[in-house]
């Protein structure tokens, strides 16, 4: 098992920014494939917001949603076990329960986060 523990959510007007961590703490962390955030709004279904992994060499490959493309950034740390969501130009439509998750490699399974709540106001 791995165990995801999140921080950097809170409260932040419109325009504004935060920056989430989420810290793979134990567990099989050397076969994590890939690392991101999704996040869920009440009465909403949960979305993937960004993502990042190997692409070969030192290069990482990143996708993100269309909504967040120029505004949030994925990043992780060398030892890639602690992954960072900066988040700049903060809008009301991003608040939601933000969930950290690490795709494992073999076997192929999701760990998920506590979640961490980010609420922008407007």
């Known amino acids: 098992q791995v165990q995801l523990v999140e921080s950097g959510g809170g409260l932040v007007q419109s325009g504004g920014s935060l920056r989430l961590s989420c810290l793979a703490a134990?567990?099989?962390?050397?076969?994590?494939?890939?690392l991101g955030w999704y996040r869920q709004a009440p009465g909403k279904q949960r979305e993937l917001v960004a993502t990042i992994r190997d692409a070969g060499g030192d290069m990482n490959y990143e996708h993100y949603a269309d909504s967040v493309k120029g505004r949030f950034t994925i990043s992780r740390d060398r030892a890639k076990t602690t992954v960072y969501l900066q988040m700049n130009d903060l809008k009301p439509e991003d608040t939601a329960l933000y969930y950290c998750y690490a795709d494992m490699m073999n076997p192929p399974r999701d760990y998920w986060g506590q979640g961490t709540q980010v609420t922008v106001s407007s």
């Open positions: 134990s567990g099989d962390v050397w076969n994590i494939y890939a």
